[in-house]
């Protein structure tokens, strides 16, 4: 049947402005790294970005090797979009990235101006698109000087291949070259993706800072910590979640006793508050202003349902704060 969106999707989402430019972001967007590849279903896929996009959700996350296979998600993506969006287009922003693994030889990895410049190419027939929104540099690059690298980041934009470009993965000295270069050549850098959840936090210790002062957005990936933060852990490791599948980035040894405790300690804050676990782990992120949206995963449309529910409450009271404090320590 042919989809037509939902007519009141804006209604209850938040968008939040990217850093000091002109664009905004759904304070949720729907990242494929997991569960768009050829070994998912398409149609569980297609459900997923279709109850996103219902929900006002205008963000969609690729990078050119998910999958898996690799840029198999890039290629679901591409058939969801020409069946389903070919009308909503210009209400969606759509990422992608390169800078890991990709093909053979030394130009499908790192960070070069062959890689990024063909890598682009790549993931724009796979998605049968013109352009995207956002292109990334997916991780820093130690031997290719960053001069090149964001100066084919600058080059893509004015190709008209890429409207705004970002990078992933740096730290905060890294992410202040980067920025100050792409400043120089006239394209500034739109957002930073780093990762980002209460079990994760080098981003506390000078980036977010910096990405305040320049005017850049950020855009936290794996939130939910690839779902530990979750109540799905909390009996056992179910047969459909990442740690269970084989091509999951969530391993087993991740999740040990003494991280079990803290999402049981932390479930029950989640509970007194009126929430699920997931949802309390995502208004924690989005209660600081520096941050533009939180980028989550999801394996089913339900979750998405869940997650985005925690719009609803996004404030924390003082004793709340110092109470996760103790138990993150
Ligand atoms: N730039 C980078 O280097 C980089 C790296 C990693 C990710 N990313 C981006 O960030 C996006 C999100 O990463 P992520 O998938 O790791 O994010 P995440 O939101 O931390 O984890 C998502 C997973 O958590 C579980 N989940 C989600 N919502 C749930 C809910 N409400 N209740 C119970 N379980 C729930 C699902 O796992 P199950 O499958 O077990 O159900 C889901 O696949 C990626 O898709 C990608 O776009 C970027």
Not at 194 to 218: I, N, Q, T
């Amino acid at each position: 049947m042919t989809y037509v969106a939902e007519p009141g999707r804006y209604k209850d989402m938040i968008y939040r402005r990217t850093g000091k430019s002109g664009l905004k972001l759904s304070a949720i967007s729907l990242g494929l790294w997991h569960n768009f590849g050829h070994v998912d279903q398409l149609e569980n896929s297609r459900n997923i970005v279709r109850f996103a996009f219902d929900s006002g959700i205008t963000h969609f996350d690729l990078a050119n090797n998910y999958g898996p296979p690799p840029g198999s998600a890039e290629e679901n993506f591409g058939t969801i979009l020409k069946h389903d969006f070919a009308a909503y287009r210009d209400e969606m922003i759509i990422s992608s990235k390169a800078g890991y693994t990709m093909w053979d030889g030394p130009y499908g990895d790192w960070g070069s101006k062959k890689y990024l410049v063909s890598s682009l190419d790549q993931s724009l027939k796979r998605m049968g698109l013109d352009y995207v929104d956002i292109f990334y540099h997916h991780r820093p690059d130690p031997e290719t000087p960053l001069e090149e690298t964001m100066a084919a980041l600058d080059l893509i934009v004015r190709q008209g291949k890429a409207l705004y470009v970002g990078i992933s993965n740096y730290r905060a000295p890294e992410a202040a070259k980067a920025i100050a270069l792409l400043k120089e050549m006239g394209t500034p850098c739109l957002i930073h993706q780093p990762k980002y959840s209460m079990f994760e936090r080098w981003v506390e210790g000078g980036l977010l800072d910096l990405l305040a002062e320049e005017g850049v957005g950020c855009i936290p990936f794996s939130p939910l910590a690839q779902g530990l933060l979750t109540n799905k852990y909390l009996h056992g490791i179910p047969e459909d979640s990442r740690v269970a599948k084989s091509h999951g980035f969530l391993q087993k040894e991740q999740l040990t006793p003494e991280r079990l405790q803290q999402i049981q300690a932390l479930n029950e804050i989640a509970i007194v508050r009126g929430q699920t676990l997931a949802q309390m782990a995502l208004s924690w992120i989005l209660r600081d202003k520096r941050i533009t949206s939180v980028l989550v995963g999801a394996s089913r449309p339900e979750q998405l349902a869940d997650s985005i529910k925690c719009l609803d409450r996004l404030s924390f009271a003082p004793e709340e704060l110092s109470i996760i404090e103790k138990i993150l320590r």
